[in-house]
């Protein structure tokens, strides 16, 4: 039993929307339980509709359609539904009623294309939308023909609009779902996350894990980070949790420092906490960055716990008279050099009066990479609590763009101090 | 002719992610004049790519594959596509070198999964991944078999990552697409950006130029920002920009000072190109967005011509001690106010010793609204090089969150910066 998401439109063939909303069912299908292989968008035509049904109700046995339920011309999907199934459409006087208020109640003046809206295939129910004018339908076209091998066929409707989509699917259609028995297990998911490791460095070491079926464990990456999902098929979360913390614990023994967090954890966040646990505060100092880094520290919601601020040291000039760096120091290494960032983070750490502070300076591109210092090369430096000042170089590589070495630079930074809080005892 | 989308990952099926890559190739294939019909979202199974091929490529004549590429052994796209069409894996000797030589230019160690992205059918050309170690394809397996009904059949394989993907479909892609003669009649856009009105006070404006067929007009709204789409479809540039033009004219006319740019421009390129022409300079003064008006501003490559630096003060204590705010104006005030906004922004001004001087101070959230001043409020001042100082209010709203009132304070304030450079002769 599964699934399948047909998205109409020929707005999503244009390019003219991201589509939301096959995401959106994708979540819920998943955290219901219910298994669901493929998505297709096709275009507001009636033979290319008729062609992508012909192929979803073989192999899937619910079809959720989003989108052409609007009252204009190219609004198909009721019509290529029933005309495919061999359903007579027939208006519905309390649908026809309750068009008519909206549009009142709206002040606005109801075109006849309208009526539309209110044809639904006999035999379907209404799926009722409560904010807009375009109701759905759930029909189980074969319904009661013993021998049909598709008697189990379910097709929900949901117009395009989100919000409309949206409530629809959680006020009729998840109810709905489970009087058929759909959606009593739940899937739970842990998305575990790693930095400093590849997707396939951390793949090799974890190899073992991506044969289990409960829970099962699959890797992802995305730039600078690798993650692992963890994932459970259970009654209740309590019963999904048994099955994922002992593989998850395991994970974390293996990969050690390299895992930092899970789900909605990001490195500035675990920094955070790990900040907030010990009453310390945290400057920054940044050139490269141009305040990517703090601005990356305060996407936490309370970071003023510990964070007070920093300078942004863009120009040599400003290095050296708000961060003190030397001017000898500039000439004799170049503003990217370890001994530079190692000035900056002393500078600011002093400056600020903070327990931490982390510099960084680097050459983001497209220009002012040489052979010897090219662009992607940065040096971060971290002072620490007890006076000491470390630094680290990064090759970020010419080809990730500036912005991508920004991002980065803010990462992997964070990312070395996160590793210094926790060897602090 | 047709090309066909086929996104190959089950974190699609499980709503982890946005498919925003169907959504580029959208937007490419109609700018190129491609038509496409269909889209598909199907897992990391063989028997389901092999069943998703079977329907596609009798279908379309160019099937674009995303995703699948990776190193593990749940990247099963190029395999999927060989053995469907019959084709044979082969090593590819300068790849392995190129994967190699990526992993030791980023110390990292290559495991033996990657060398698995080396294998490409025979007869297929490699669409080169500049940056990522996950080579594409472009291979047209019946080629050459004269009376076969998909001779022309092509395929084009990109990973999942979007900026590999996007740079190799604009490097190799799109070229090769050319040489096939495919998009010879180009759709040729200019997107006009706009600050400062809303979407429905601009369509109203320019209204009468939506009914147009060449160029054709179309408005697009996105956060803090509305744009108009002026397309002509042409054979060359310059026979589209004859057509395009005129109209683009007008509407700049129309809409004055809320226009700042096209296309790629952004606020903040803007404002670069500005003070650059006037050979002027800025610092920022920074409490609500922590460091990201600054990341904005240097997001544009050679932006340390005209930005020397700033001060993130997130504390009371830092806009003391670093911009010279005075604490009474704190006490009287509250820091989220016009006065201490332009006192940070003359303090920063002399500090940095610069002709302009942005700051900015707000109530970001979720926490730390009052009935008085909300989630939501924000005051930023601009310093002038005549010494001038001057402050705005933006009510940015509770719902927006954190993210969202941190992003449209750094564009609000550029936005006005953009126009007081302007006004200054």
């Known amino acids: 039993m599964s699934a399948e998401i047909i998205c109409i439109g020929t707005e999503l063939l244009l390019g003219d929307i991201l589509n939301g909303n096959a995401r959106y069912l994708a979540q819920e299908l998943a955290s219901l339980g219910i298994p669901h292989y493929y998505q297709n968008v096709v275009g507001d035509n009636l033979n290319r509709i008729h062609g992508v049904i012909e192929i979803a109700y073989k192999r899937s046995q619910i079809l959720i359609f989003t989108g052409g339920l609007g009252p204009t011309p190219d609004d198909l999907t009721t019509e290529a539904i029933a005309s495919f199934f061999d359903g007579t459409l027939e208006s519905q006087p309390e649908l026809i009623a309750d068009i008519k208020e909206k549009f009142a109640s709206r002040a606005r003046e109801m075109s006849e294309n309208n009526l539309k809206q209110a044809l639904i295939p006999q ?15 759930i029909w189980q076209p074969f319904k009661g023909e013993k021998d049909h091998p598709q008697q189990q066929l379910t097709i929900l409707t949901f117009p395009g609009v989100p919000s409309e989509m949206k409530q629809m699917w959680q006020d009729t259609a998840v109810p709905f779902l489970k009087t058929q028995g759909w959606g009593e297990e739940i899937i739970y998911s842990r998305m575990m996350r790693f930095r400093g490791i590849g997707e396939s460095n951390l793949a090799q070491k974890v190899n073992h894990f991506f044969d289990l079926t409960s829970p099962t464990v699959a890797p992802y990456a995305s730039m600078g980070e690798v993650r692992l999902r963890v994932a459970a098929k259970a009654k209740t979360l309590e019963l999904a949790e048994k099955l994922i913390n002992p593989v998850a614990e395991q994970i974390k023994a293996i990969a050690g420092d390299d895992y930092f967090g899970d789900n909605e954890d990001t490195i500035a966040s675990v920094v955070g906490k790990l900040l907030t646990q010990k009453r310390q505060t945290i400057s920054v100092a940044e050139s490269c960055t141009g305040g990517g880094l703090g601005a990356m520290l305060t ?29 000898q120091t500039l000439d004799q290494y170049g503003a990217v050099s ?9 500078g600011i750490q002093q400056k600020m009066n903070t327990d931490w502070s982390i510099s960084v300076t680097g050459i983001a591109g497209p220009d002012g990479g040489t052979e010897e210092k090219p662009v992607g090369l940065v040096y971060a430096a971290i002072a620490s609590p007890d006076g000491q000042v470390k630094s680290y170089e990064f090759k970020l590589g010419q080809k990730r763009g500036r912005a991508g070495i920004r991002y980065l630079t803010a990462c992997y930074a964070l990312d070395k101090l996160r590793r210094q809080i926790m060897l602090m005892n």
């Open 299 to 327: 996407e936490v919601a309370g970071s003023s716990t510990y964070f007070d601020g920093g300078v942004i040291a863009y120009s040599n000039q400003v290095k050296i008279a708000q961060l003190g760096v030397c001017s």
């Open 338 to 346: 370890p001994q530079v960032a190692e000035e900056m983070a002393k």
């Open 123 to 137: 035999g379907a129910d209404v799926l009722p939308n409560i904010t807009g004018t375009a109701p759905g339908i």
